[in-house]
Structures are given as C-alpha cells and as structure tokens.
C-alpha cells in the first residue's frame, strides 16, 4: 500500500500570516509532503471569538494557499459546530480513511510547548506524527529540555522518513518569519502596512474588506487569554 503523506495546519487564522505559510513549506520540504491542508477553527478553546467571520478567514487561507502546488483550504473545522480540538481533527481524517503514519500535524515549537494542555493529551500524540518547527525565540533544539517526558519520541526529519517510523515527533530547524496575528491587527487598528507581513492577496482581502481597522467596543486589537488554549495548538497565532 502507497502510503499518503499529508500535512496538516490548524489556526485560527485571523488572519493567516508569512510565519503560518514559512511553518508549512519547512514541513513541507523537509518530510516530502505532498499535501498541505490549512484548516481555519470554527471556535477556538479557551480563547475570545475570532475578529474575523469564519467567511474571511476561509478566503483569505484560500487566498494564501491558492498559488501553492499541493495545498489547499479545509473547512473540515468550520463545518462542525462548536470548539475545535485537534484531536476532533485528526479523528475526521482518520473516518476519510487516513492511518496515523500518513498524517503529520504541523506546529510551531512554541505552540508544541504547551502539549500538555490539549485535550486526549497524551493519546493525542498516536494519532499523527508531529512536525514541529522552529519559530521565533523557541528553536527545536531546545525541545527536549521543555519537555523532557517527550524527548524520547523526538526525531530528526531524515530518521522520520525512514520505512516503519511513525507517530513521532519530528523537529524541524527552520528561518519562519516573526510575525504574529495579534500583531497584524494592532498595525491594522493603528492604520500601518503590513506588508510583507502576510501573502500579498490576503493583504489585497483585508484592505478590501476593511478587516482589523476598527475593533468591537471592549475588545482591544491584542486581546488574548492568559493561559493556553487548551487542546489547541494554534489557537492565536
């Protein structure tokens, strides 16, 4: 059997920025994807409602994708009500007929930092392999000491692609630029470019549609939780 190696990127996407796009295309390079799914959040745990509808976040993922040979949007979490868990996810590939060593979730090291607070942690870890790649001020190498319990797990993309390894959690050192959502929308709200900070079409949608430019009465451009989102890798950023 041909076995399908697919990547999967999970956010909440308001909006969708270079360092989402740079965390893929690592992954991406590096384990020989042919498949890249990005998949907005319906809701995101834990967290305030996103600024945007899930309508433009979907666009503007299309939008950032659409010029990328192999990846596309998934509304695979917008069409299921509720919060989105990413074990939720990776248990809706599995019913498409995915096995477990044929998926691999992309995150940030500084989201897979937080592991421990996902729900169906640790059994999540068995439903995917894990591509975690470097980003800002939390390099890969330095996973092992964050989280120890796991360092026996942790793999290297080479050793990762050799027959019969699965269900790792592959580490992934690679330039991802530093940039944030929250970020994007407190330039937006202050009215400066973001310009090279996002896919030139997703910064075509926003100055279209006038996203970020004023936000809702009691809620500031960088409101965010204290705490992690529970459950959910990419929750924010």
Request: hydrophobic letters at 40%; aromatic letters at 6%; charged letters at 20%.
């Amino acid at each position: 059997m041909t076995l399908r190696r697919i990547g999967i990127l999970g956010g909440t996407f308001d909006p969708i920025h270079c360092g989402h796009v740079d965390t893929a295309h690592a992954a991406q390079e590096a384990l020989g994807l042919a498949l890249i799914e990005v998949v907005p959040a319906n809701e995101p745990p834990h967290r305030p409602q996103p600024f945007a509808s899930g309508f433009h976040r979907f666009a503007m993922v299309a939008l950032a994708v659409a010029n990328r040979s192999g990846w596309r949007a998934s509304d695979v979490e917008l069409q299921r009500a509720g919060p989105s868990y990413t074990a939720g996810t990776l248990r809706e590939f599995h019913e498409r007929g995915y096995v477990p060593s044929e998926l691999f979730f992309v995150v940030g090291a500084d989201a897979f930092a937080e592991i421990g607070t996902w729900r169906d942690y640790p059994a999540i870890l068995d439903a995917a392999s894990f591509a975690v790649v470097s980003r800002p001020g939390y390099p890969v190498s330095e996973m092992p000491l964050r989280l120890p319990q796991l360092a026996a797990r942790m793999t290297d993309p080479l050793s990762a692609g050799q027959q019969g390894t699965d269900r790792s959690i592959i580490l992934i050192d690679a330039p991802t630029a530093d940039v944030s959502s929250s970020a994007i929308r407190r330039r937006l709200s202050a009215g400066e470019s973001i310009a090279g900070l996002v896919p030139r079409a997703v910064q075509q949608h926003i100055e279209q549609h006038g996203l970020y430019t004023s936000m809702p009465p009691g809620r500031g451009a960088s409101d965010a939780p204290k705490t992690p989102a529970a459950g959910r890798l990419h929750g924010e950023d």
